[in-house]
C-alpha cells in the first residue's frame, strides 16, 4: 500500500502565495500519475494538478498560470506551488496517487490540508 502525508496548508490572504506537500511511502513503486484534488464546502471534489511518472504535468483551467505542480523522487514528494492565490481557492486539498499493482489500477489519499484565502 501506499501512504501520503499532506502539509503545508494554512491562511493567506488574497494575491498571496502556498507550498503544499506530499510525501509518499510504503509501495510508491507502483505509483503511476500523482494528483493534488481540492473540495471546497457544498463541492465536488475536482481534479488541480496532475503529475505523471515521465513529469508531464496537467492542470485544471482555473489554475493554469498560477499553480506549479512538481516532483522530488529522491525525497519521494510532490508539491503544489499556488501564487496568486483568491478566495475561490479555499478548500481542502488532498494529494492522490494512481497506482498499479498486479494490474489493477487502485488510488490512495492523503488526509487533505486547509487552504483558506481572506479578501
Known amino acids: 500500500q501506499v501512504q501520503l502525508v499532506e502539509s503545508g496548508g494554512g491562511l493567506v490572504q488574497a494575491g498571496g502565495s502556498l507550498r503544499l506537500s506530499c510525501a509518499a511511502s510504503?509501495?510508491?513503486?507502483?505509483?503511476?500519475?500523482m494528483n493534488w484534488y481540492r473540495q471546497a464546502p457544498g463541492k465536488e471534489r475536482e481534479l488541480v494538478a496532475a503529475i505523471a511518472d515521465n513529469g508531464r504535468a496537467n492542470y485544471a483551467e482555473f489554475v493554469k498560470g498560477r499553480f506549479g505542480i512538481s516532483r522530488d523522487d529522491a525525497k519521494n514528494t510532490v508539491y503544489l506551488q499556488m501564487n496568486n492565490l483568491n478566495p475561490e481557492d479555499t478548500a481542502v486539498y488532498y494529494c492522490n496517487a494512481a497506482a498499479v499493482r498486479f494490474g489493477v489500477k487502485v488510488d490512495y489519499w492523503g488526509q487533505g490540508t486547509q487552504v483558506t484565502v481572506s479578501s
Open positions: 510504503g509501495s510508491i513503486f507502483s505509483i503511476n500519475t
